[in-house]
């Protein structure tokens, strides 16, 4: 079988996943909050955010829409094989049972594990960044506003809320898509030429199109069993502080991250305000609302080291000749002061030629 024909397939299976189960997860209160407007309209709105991001990125990276993302791993010395191909097949099956995993380590790891440690501490890092975030902010600064919010519920909110949270929505949005598209064009060369640019755009186009009129799916329920997640104005706030720690995290270093932890983590520390201060269910009840959400991202985790243990080694089983599971770090070039600038690796694993 062909190299490219497997990273294509991988690429193709690596989008309708990572869209099922991450894209939702930063689209969901936008779509939770805009229940009554036809769908075509927030996919036309979060189309147009797409297409400029990574148009932007292709164009001021050289060529990588990933926005550098994945110049920390290795060049693959054996290319693109089966074992790259299973990890987006796992997310579609935990995705299929509402289960939020982390599309980075599932993904990313399998491509180099030994990479997993510094994606890992990131990821945790912004656990704890959101879950801290969201306790405080929610506790005292948003506590007035929440209620608020929800005496209000019933009453048509001012116009510039509408602004305001497709704005933030926007911004978020960007901000997931310059984090997490590393997960999908880890499969493709890291230079695109104009026509797989336009492939993987069009693309992704049509799968946010399924998404949206689906209306989320079953990820969807993560955002919704949230309290008052569909309030336009609790949901811009939501995303103007998912959007602020993913900015923060993006400039603090290229390593990838799992932004599904920093979802779960913001929510969490939420849902604790919430309960602290209007008592509307019980420590208890929140701390099983919580526990169910990390115990569904630490599957997803469980998973990812399992296949970047396991595959490589079924693959020497299969294959003994094979190098694929033997990825190689080249040597950086240049080192000092230039060592600040990111570092493109050449050849790429993958000849589209």
Known sequence: MPVEFIA????????????????????????????????????????LVLVSVLVFGWISNGGDAAYGRLDHLPVLQGGITWIHVVPPLAILILTRYGIPVSTTFLVL????????????????????????????????????????????????????????????????????????????????????????????????????????????????????????????RSASVIDILYGLILLVFKEYSDIPMSTTWVFLGLLAGRELAFSLNYKMQSLRQTGVLVAKDAAKATAGLTVSIALAICLPWINDLINPQSTASAPVRPALAMQGISSLKRVRYHPDPVSWN
Request: proline fraction near 2%; hydrophobic fraction near 55%; glycine fraction near 6%.
């Open 8 to 47: 294509l397939c991988g690429f193709l299976l690596a989008a309708y996943s990572i869209v099922a189960n991450d894209a939702i997860q930063t689209l969901g209160t936008f779509l939770s909050s805009n229940e009554h407007r036809p769908w075509w309209v927030l996919w036309l709105f979060a189309s």
């Open 109 to 232: 790891t399998v491509f180099a594990p030994k990479e997993m440690l510094d994606m890992l501490s990131k990821s945790g890092l912004g656990y704890v960044v959101a879950f801290v975030l969201g306790l405080v902010i929610y506790k005292t600064v948003m506590s007035g506003f929440e209620k608020y919010f929800a005496d209000s519920a019933l009453e048509r909110p001012a116009g510039y809320w509408v602004a305001i949270q497709w704005g933030s929505t926007a911004f978020l949005w960007s901000q997931w898509l310059i984090q997490d598209m590393a997960n999908i064009f880890v499969y493709l060369p890291r230079d695109l030429s104009v026509e797989l640019l336009f492939f993987a755009i069009v693309v992704l186009l049509l799968l946010h199109a399924v998404i949206f009129y689906n209306f989320g799916g079953a990820i969807q329920k993560i955002v919704t069993s949230k309290s008052n997640t569909r309030d336009i």
